[in-house]
């Protein structure tokens, strides 16, 4: 039975509708703001395509949630080897400033075709990001739209990486996104995000408008609750 169910219709554009089925007794207590941080995904393969040259994953820890959303160059069998090689590389880097773990990702896939990657450590007071190559993230929360810049490059493809770390303040409640070009070209526009939809009907809503079939696409929707 599912313990929550989530319906959005809009005139003309259809009906998007979502069931979750929980755990009784959900892990996601651990990030200290169990009310209302969630996450809603697709990832999804480019039209013929098996399977996925895009990969994502989110790691609770206390107090915060670490996430990754990669790119494998192109798509297909040779980009999913690079993103399955970024998520292996992500998961044993969890500890480590997000710098660190982008060099480390970086060192790993290397000898792979090469990805775009972008990583996020979000507490409920804090969003930081660290991108390279084309990962777009958004962030709304109660003082506007802000996106979050990726460095230009390929992350396993040439010498050392350059990554930055930008750094955001979270006042109350906040919905990120994140997706790969897959789903739309450019950073989405700020008009497209409509946190009061559940993360899974946000995330649905964003691909089933702004996909791309010709590439794999990905779209990563986070709910925090703030400091209030
Ligand atoms: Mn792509």
Not at 87 to 92: A, D, I, K, R, Y
Request: with cysteine; glycine share 12%.
């Amino acid at each position: 039975m599912a313990t929550r169910f989530h319906i959005h219709t809009e005139p003309g554009r259809g009906t998007l509708a979502a069931a979750d089925l929980t755990a009784p007794t959900p892990t996601r207590s651990r990030t200290g703001d169990a009310d209302t941080a969630a996450e809603g995904y697709f990832c999804l393969p480019a039209a013929g395509e098996q399977v996925s040259g895009d990969a994502l994953a989110v790691a609770a820890g206390i107090g915060r949630r670490d996430v990754l959303v990669v790119d494998g160059l192109g798509h297909g069998h040779d980009a999913a080897i690079a993103a399955r090689a970024a998520t292996g590389s992500f998961h044993t880097s969890l500890g480590l400033p997000l710098v660190d773990a982008m060099r480390s990702i970086h060192q790993g896939i290397t000898g792979t075709r090469g990805a775009a990657v972008a990583l996020l450590r979000i507490s409920p007071s804090t969003v930081e990001f660290c991108g390279v190559g084309n990962v777009h993230a958004l962030v709304h929360d109660g003082t506007g739209d802000h996106h979050l810049l990726s460095r230009p490059g390929i992350v396993g493809r040439g010498g050392a990486l350059v990554p930055a770390v930008q750094r955001r303040p979270l006042t109350g409640p906040a919905t990120i996104v994140v997706h790969t070009d897959g789903v739309h070209g450019q950073p989405l526009p700020a008009t497209e995000i409509v946190p009061s939809l559940s993360p899974t009907l946000l995330a649905a809503r964003l691909i089933q408008r702004h996909r791309q079939p010709r590439d794999d696409a990905t779209v990563l929707v986070l709910t925090t609750g703030g400091t209030a």
